[in-house]
């Protein structure tokens, strides 16, 4: 998907401390599955004995970016190690006392779909609490209770996103030494259910998410240059829609960028995280999505840069494209310091039509080379996508990010397709005349113009 995804691997090991988190868990009790509480609920009433305080450190430094390590002593209190990045660890920094009535803490990183690394930890009565990270090696003040029933459980494991799906995951092993998978739904709850992942761990002494231990080879670049490339684009979000459509888009494999609307950055980043998270690509579509002809060179930046910081805010790297509301464009638009991608194949899926329609029109129009505007905030356009996928691919074509269809982007330049692309430096593209749409047989489809309204999410 133009980026590697986690793979979690378990590795057994004979550790003298307890399994995931130092502390010694029953194991006579039944192997009886935890109870998952339908939504969080904040912590009033509990024993301060096994309430951890949470302590002010004096470094702002983050967590992100560089492998950090938590440790828990005999008194109970946590201590951060910040990785160096480079194989090594600075000296401890104490974040939080009265954590040894816990008798399991395991880290899970982002579990809450704000961006920032949290901490899982299972108490005494078998309570599982979440502590949400800042994003600057300190806790939120409270916590969340996640569930109860976790006594039963000899050990809880931290791995990432085991299934896939784009969200922080927990493995548990119970009592007859089966491994199940609980996930997580990306906004610190888990999803109903959960999923036996094999059996026979009794044996082991130690299990330990690990991240991509043996990660395969990377695959072979694809060359468009002869390949039948064709490069899926989604307008306007996140949106309600959003999640759903990634949902097929992680299962069938597919790569796509999603050129968003900072103000619905704004309004669902856990959605533009997640997206980033899975290995799509994040890119601007100006933050209140204005006609940028209207607007100074001045307006424009501003309108760009808003966006690049609310994808920052929201744990999302800044955009490298930029796709101008309407596709309209001027010669300021060109000065903003990114390459502009329009679009050469065009459903008008905002405009009523049914998923059928979408389908039918993007592949009786796709050629290879074809950059293919959708957006996710239509409900027949997700529904459209796994057709539109399999139609694609079974006539052949290769579905890639647009930065894969055209390597080499400089800013400035004008991207309709492969095949079609004004360089920047020059002003072919300022003509009075507008570029067209045409069918694979030459067929004018009309003008590239997006007409669809963006109407802000309240």
């Known amino acids: 998907m133009g980026k590697s995804r986690v793979r979690a691997v378990l590795l057994s090991a004979a ?114 609490w979440m502590y949400r990270g800042n994003g600057s090696g300190r806790f939120i003040s409270g916590r969340t209770q996640i569930g109860h029933g976790w006594g039963g459980m000899t050990a809880l494991i931290g791995v990432g996103d085991f299934s896939g799906d784009g969200y922080v995951d927990l493995l548990a092993r119970d009592t007859a030494g089966l491994l199940w998978m609980y996930r997580g739904n990306g906004s610190g709850r888990f999803i109903s259910g959960r999923t036996q992942v094999s059996g026979g761990w009794e044996a082991m002494t130690g299990l330990v998410g690990v991240g991509d231990f043996d990660p395969p080879s990377a695959p072979a670049p694809v060359n468009c240059a002869v390949r039948a490339c064709v490069a899926l684009t989604f307008d306007d979000g996140p949106s309600a829609y959003t999640n759903r459509l990634l949902d097929s888009l992680i299962a069938m494999q597919v790569p796509a960028a999603f050129f968003v609307v900072g103000q619905q950055v704004q309004a669902r980043p856990s959605t533009v995280l997640r997206a980033h998270q899975a290995g799509f690509d994040i890119e601007n579509h100006t933050y209140s999505h204005p006609r940028l002809t209207t607007l100074s060179l001045s307006g424009q930046q501003a309108e760009v840069r808003r966006v690049d910081d609310a994808l920052v805010a929201a744990g999302v790297p800044r955009s490298t494209l930029l796709r101008p509301p309407y596709g309209s464009w001027n010669s300021s638009t060109r000065q903003l310091g990114k390459p502009l991608i329009l679009w050469s194949v065009d459903p008008r899926d905002w405009d009523g039509r049914t998923a059928s329609q979408i389908r039918s029109h993007v592949v009786a129009n796709t050629v290879a080379g ?85 109407v802000p999410e309240k």
């Open 15 to 128: 550790l003298t401390m307890a399994t995931v988190g130092g502390g010694s868990v029953a194991t006579g009790a039944p192997a009886t599955a935890p109870i998952l509480t339908a939504g969080p609920t904040s912590e009033r009433s509990v024993s301060s004995s096994v309430l951890p305080q949470l302590a002010v450190p004096t470094f702002t430094s983050p967590f992100v970016g560089r492998v950090d390590l938590l440790g828990r002593d005999p008194a109970g209190r946590l201590f951060l190690y910040k990785g160096t990045g480079t194989g090594g660890l600075e000296d401890p920094t104490q974040v939080g006392t009265g954590w040894g009535g816990m008798t399991a803490l395991i880290g899970v990183g982002d579990f809450s779909g704000d961006g920032y690394v949290d901490l899982l930890a299972r108490d005494t009565a078998g309570l599982l």
């Open 370 to 454: 074809s950059i293919v505007l959708m957006h996710d905030t239509v409900a027949a356009t997700v529904d459209a996508v796994p057709g539109i996928v399999s139609d694609l691919r079974a006539r052949g074509f290769t579905l890639v990010t647009v930065e894969t269809l055209i390597p080499n982007l400089q800013p400035g330049d004008v991207v309709y397709s492969r095949t079609n692309i004004v360089r920047a430096g020059s002003v072919a593209a300022l003509s009075e005349e507008p570029e067209l749409l045409r069918a694979p047989d030459g067929t004018v489809l009309g003008e590239v113009v997006d007409e669809a309204r963006f």
